[in-house]
């Protein structure tokens, strides 16, 4: 079935340092890549999406790149502080028009 | 606007026991969502209601049922829990129409069976 799947699990960078998840799904037919953070006992919360006639988008610090060939999709963190510290959730809107979603980052901040 | 609201915050049943979460969001949205979230496995879809009057299965449908009372309503219950039933609910909506459509959180609710 269609699936996604997410690296890394864990992810520890030094603050200010940048940080790079990678997303890989399986449904060529696949046309939009949201990405949601969760902080800790909170609810999701969309922070950048993509839809599959964009390569790359920008929002200050956070970009997503889009790499339809291969199938593959990243966030990128640039600066890191203490408040990007949380769990990322990629997703990709399959063929049902359901998203399917990665398993999550865990995002370490060091001070 | 208080966005998308679900209860309980917190439960705790015994196996068998039957409860019924609710949901409700102002905002106007065609499609609303039940998730389950295990550590380690990411949001599941457990039903979906693409529009009102509309329910479908999601990913992980056994064990639970659902209505979409009406626009703004969607409860999910657990006829006969089970402790693999244990985890966190979230409940989403979103405008359907919008292509992508950000989806929408519910604060989630804890669940827990003894």
């Known amino acids: 079935g269609e699936n996604v799947e997410q690296h890394p699990s864990t992810l520890s960078v030094q603050e200010g340092d940048s940080a790079v998840i990678k997303c890989t799904y399986s449904?060529?037919?696949?046309?939009?890549f949201p990405w949601y953070k969760q902080e800790l006992g909170k609810r999701p919360q969309l922070i950048i999406d993509?839809?599959?006639n964009v390569g790359e988008k920008k929002d200050q610090r956070i970009a997503v790149t889009l790499n339809k060939t291969a199938k593959h999709f990243s966030l990128h963190i640039t600066e890191t502080q203490p408040e990007d510290s949380a769990v990322y959730f990629c997703?990709?809107?399959?063929?049902?028009?359901?998203?399917?979603w990665g398993a999550g980052t865990k995002l370490i901040i060091k001070p | 606007n208080a966005g998308v609201t679900q209860t309980p915050k917190f439960q705790v049943l015994k196996t068998g026991q039957s409860m019924t979460l609710q949901c409700a969001q102002d905002m106007n949205h065609n499609s609303m969502y039940w998730y389950r979230q295990d550590p380690g496995m990411g949001l599941r879809l457990i039903y979906y209601s693409a529009s009102e009057g509309t329910t479908d299965k999601g990913e992980v449908p056994n064990g639970y049922n659902v209505s979409r009372l009406n626009k703004r309503e969607f409860s999910l219950r657990l006829e006969s829990a089970a402790p693999s039933q244990t985890s966190v609910y979230f409940c989403?909506?979103?405008?359907?129409?919008?292509?992508?459509?950000?989806?929408?959180f519910g604060e989630g609710s804890r669940l827990t069976v003894l």
């Open positions: 449904d060529s037919a696949s046309n939009y």
């Open positions: 993509i839809r599959s």
């Open positions: 989403a909506s979103s405008d359907a129409l919008v292509v992508g459509g950000e989806l929408f």
């Open positions: 997703a990709a809107k399959g063929s049902n028009y359901q998203l399917i």
